[in-house]
């Protein structure tokens, strides 16, 4: 500890503690020591704490650089000595090179002060140099805890790391200011970097204006805003730096307060002049970056030179619509004239279609027939992403002739989902005018691929549709779905599961590359249909964490029906009715809203299938009604209808009414000459009907499941084999069957999802008890297989069906997880087992 007329070891910076210590232990060594730090970094603490150890061991201590002789013992400890002139520099290098001398200086460190660093450099030969600087979360939570006498909460550390970028000049009245909230805290530091900033003198305080504006900016960047020499701006810059106010480490927070603190002690008619001085010159010399001009315009700076440079900025940034988006705003907040549908697509792209599509709106009336049709092509996106298809084609109809390919796809795209075949074949095969650009191309493509769905077979199709891949189709501007979506549906609906998870997965990827606020109009999609090709594979876990990473939809009714029939689907498939039923009532009242497009068949055929199983068919008919007459509409293109009728089997055997299941099979069957998948499912549907009869022909059933998981159908596959197990009554029949539906699911079971939620574990599927290993990790895999199911109150037989064993094979489980467990009674089995599940989530 240091002598009680100096502070304690303790309260000295952490950089610092080892140099007084080791000062202390011998403190009649020659000592050589410098301390370098920032404004207010502790520098002058440090040399108060080295003078009291001297003083204390009676050794001589002068505080400036004088001639003559210096007495035995004698230590000369100097603050400040980045002011000193050069001659006093001059003179304690000289000192610094006496073996036997004692110099300890503290600066600021000057990287361009030549006098200066040599002294420095002469003193680190000796002893490193103590760097001081803004002090580590752990240590302002130590400073934090004395000062309040209670230990700090990690809120309160982040408030003031974000307040004071952990100086310990601003720490003080910041925590004097805590008892008050954090906006005390806050404005505490900032009057106490105000009145620090005060002492500055102009320059300084003019290049720190400049400086705090951009990292990037330079010392010739200060020369030509501040008209100085090169030598007089690369000064002030090092003086700039060397103060530690400007560090990029700092937090945004603290460095936007640093700029405003400077901007209010120079004044506003400086801080002005100086901003309009920066623009000026970084236009002249072409370097305005986009940050620097944002920041400018956020400063309030209202200039006609940078709402330009804005809007060209915004023109040239592709693949960020947020920042594009963000661009365009600035510009008209710095002047420009509203940039209109650029704006617009950038805040659709971002998911503010409120906002997009009020903007679209405006311009529908827009002199420019550029601009009108850019409006339309908007206003439709957003609408049949809002599930208005039936608006977004009357928004096509009332443009007339598309000028380009782009719009001709996008209403091509909502025609089709309004079940206009006529409207979407007249503009799909309309020459558009303009360049075969690459662009143009891939829309042409989009526009062909998605009116050959109607009548065309699956795999030409889906080749012209896959023509639009790879494309900045819809990355630069709002559609009403992307190529990666529609081709990803048509794989779903023709039963091709490789396909449509490569080109869902491969925009996820892409998704995943952009800043997280880019893009949410088109990444929740794609996570969704990646949902869905896993929970249709029978990866329901996979599934869930694709609702999981898709995130809340929000207002968004396409991307909300989606979810909660997918989540209605998994809940289904996993038995869990409760959440079935919940999921499907959020679906309900999101379609009380829909205005139903084609492109919904596959959520529509999942509900369906869960309302035959909860007998509530009757409040979906008006929609199934609907569609069908839609799909009538469009020709009833084998494509796009065959999913609805394989949810049409499925509902009617969930309801025991043949009657309702005939027209569906039938459908299935005159589909099957024009679709592999159809004549797959087809099969599948007699078969089913025959196992519900009791008529279980081994060969029969196995052929129909496989060829059901090999059209991406796993689960309903594994139900099949596992409903045939049952139906039999043939011991090695069942046995066979069952083994069939273990081979299928095995075939997945492996598989893990390729895309947790943001910020999941990858073992976010397999939670852990408080000892880090999984909850019941002393029951067998199968055995907590049993018991998940055993507490949702179903009884063996069901167990079975899901597991695909026998339900006495369930019952020796059971007896086994009770010896297991050491419980006396069935009541208090459930009980253990209900504490074994829940403990991840207590702990």
């Known amino acids: 500890m240091t002598s009680p007329a100096g502070p304690r070891l303790s309260d000295l910076p952490p950089a610092a503690r080892e140099a007084v210590a080791a000062l202390e232990a011998d403190p009649r060594a020659p000592v050589k020591l410098v301390v370098v730090g920032g404004v207010g970094s502790g520098k002058s603490t440090v040399l108060t704490a080295v003078r009291a150890v001297l003083r204390t061991s009676d050794r001589p201590v002068r505080s400036r650089p004088r001639g003559g002789e210096v007495a035995e013992d004698t230590v000369t400890v100097v603050d400040d000595a980045h002011l000193l002139d050069g001659a006093e520099l001059d003179q304690l290098t000289e000192l610094a090179a006496d073996p036997s001398a004692g110099v300890v200086i503290a600066t600021e460190p000057l990287a361009h002060h030549r006098p200066l660093r040599q002294l420095v450099t002469a003193l680190e030969r000796e002893h490193a140099a103590v760097a001081l600087g803004p002090l580590p979360p752990i240590e302002v939570s130590r400073i934090a805890a004395a000062a309040l006498g209670v230990p700090a909460a990690p809120e309160l550390v982040r408030a003031l790391l974000s307040a004071t970028a952990g100086l310990p000049f601003l720490l003080r009245p910041a925590l ?197 049709a850019a409006a339309v092509r908007i206003a439709a996106s957003v609408a049949l992403h809002d599930g208005g298809a039936e608006q977004a084609h009357s928004l096509f109809e009332w443009l007339g002739p598309v000028p380009d390919a782009v719009i001709g796809a996008a209403a091509t795209i909502a025609a089709v989902a309004a079940g206009d075949a006529a409207a979407a074949r007249s503009t799909a095969q309309m020459p558009a005018p303009g360049p075969p650009t690459s662009t143009a191309r891939a829309a042409s493509g989009l526009a062909a691929g998605l009116v050959m769905t109607l009548d065309q077979p699956y795999p030409a199709a889906v080749a012209r549709l896959s023509q639009a891949l790879g494309t900045d189709l819809g990355q630069a501007m709002a559609l009403p779905d992307t190529p990666a979506a529609l081709v990803t549906l048509a794989a779903l609906h023709g039963g091709d599961p490789v396909r449509a998870r490569s080109v869902v997965g491969r925009a996820v990827h892409t998704d995943g590359q952009r800043e997280s606020e880019d893009a949410t109009f088109v990444t929740r999609r794609h996570r969704l249909l990646q949902g869905w090709a896993y929970m249709q594979d029978g990866q329901l876990h996979a599934a869930s964490a694709a609702v999981r990473a898709a995130g809340d939809p929000g207002p968004h009714r396409r991307d909300a029906l989606w979810a909660a029939a997918l989540q209605t689907a998994v809940a289904r498939r996993s038995g869990d009715s409760g959440a079935m039923q919940k999921h499907w009532y959020s679906a309900m009242e999101v379609l009380a809203e829909y205005s139903i497009d084609v492109f919904t068949v ?97 060969d029969e059933v196995s052929s129909a499941a496989r060829g059901l998981a090999q059209y991406g159908h796993t689960w309903d596959a594994t139900r099949l084999a596992g409903q045939a197990a049952l139906q039999t009554t043939d011991p090695r029949v069942s046995q066979a069957m069952l083994q069939l539906a273990r081979d299928l699911k095995d075939a997945v079971a492996g598989e893990a999802p390729v895309d947790l939620p943001d910020g999941a574990p990858p073992s976010a599927a397999a939670p852990a008890g408080p000892s880090g290993r999984p909850a019941a990790a002393h029951l067998s895999d199968r055995e907590r297989e049993v018991a998940e199911l055993l507490l949702q109150g ?50």
């Open 602 to 698: 596959l959520p529509l055929g999942e509900l369906w299938v869960a309302a035959a199983r909860m007998r509530q068919v009757e409040r979906l008919r008006h929609t199934l009604d609907e569609v069908f007459a839609m799909l009538v509409g469009l020709g009833d293109p084998v494509l796009w209808a065959v999913p609805l009728h394989w949810a049409g089997v499925h509902a009617g055997i969930l309801a025991n009414s043949p009657d309702s299941v005939a027209p569906h099979g039938q459908a299935l069957t005159a589909a099957a000459p024009h679709s592999s998948f159809a004549r797959a499912l087809a099969a599948a549907g007699r078969t089913w009907l025959k196992v519900l009869a009791n008529q279980v022909d081994a």
């Open 176 to 372: 004097a200011a805590a008892g008050d909230g954090v906006a005390s805290m806050r404005q505490a530091a900032r009057f106490g970097l105000i009145e620090r900033l005060r002492g500055f003198d102009e320059r300084l305080l003019d290049t720190l204006l400049v400086s705090s504006l951009s990292f990037d900016l330079g010392p010739d960047d200060v020369a030509a805003a501040l008209r100085l020499s090169s030598q007089e701006a690369l000064t002030a810059v090092d003086r700039a730096r060397a103060s530690g106010l400007i560090e990029p480490a700092h937090p945004l927070a603290f460095q936007r307060t640093l700029h405003d603190a400077v901007a209010q002690v120079v004044g506003a008619a400086r801080h002005h002049d100086i901003e309009v001085s920066v623009l000026l010159s970084q236009l002249e010399l072409s370097t305005l970056t986009a940050d620097l001009a944002l920041r400018l315009a956020e400063h309030g700076l209202r200039d006609e030179r940078l709402a330009t440079a804005l809007t060209d900025l915004a023109g040239r940034t592709r693949g960020h619509p947020a920042r594009t988006a963000r661009l365009y705003r600035a510009a008209a907040e710095a002047g420009a004239s509203a940039p209109g549908v650029r704006l617009a697509d950038a805040l659709a792209l971002t998911g503010d279609c409120g906002t997009a599509g009020r903007l679209a709106d405006d311009l529908l009336t827009a002199p420019d027939p550029a601009e009108r």
């Open 794 to 843: 179903l009884p063996y037989r069901d167990i079975g069906a899901q597991l695909f064993i026998s339900a006495k094979t369930v019952e020796h489980h059971v007896a086994r997880i009770r010896r297991r467990l050491g419980a006396e009674s069935r009541s208090e089995l459930l009980s253990m087992l209900r504490a074994l599940t829940d403990s991840p989530t207590r702990s």
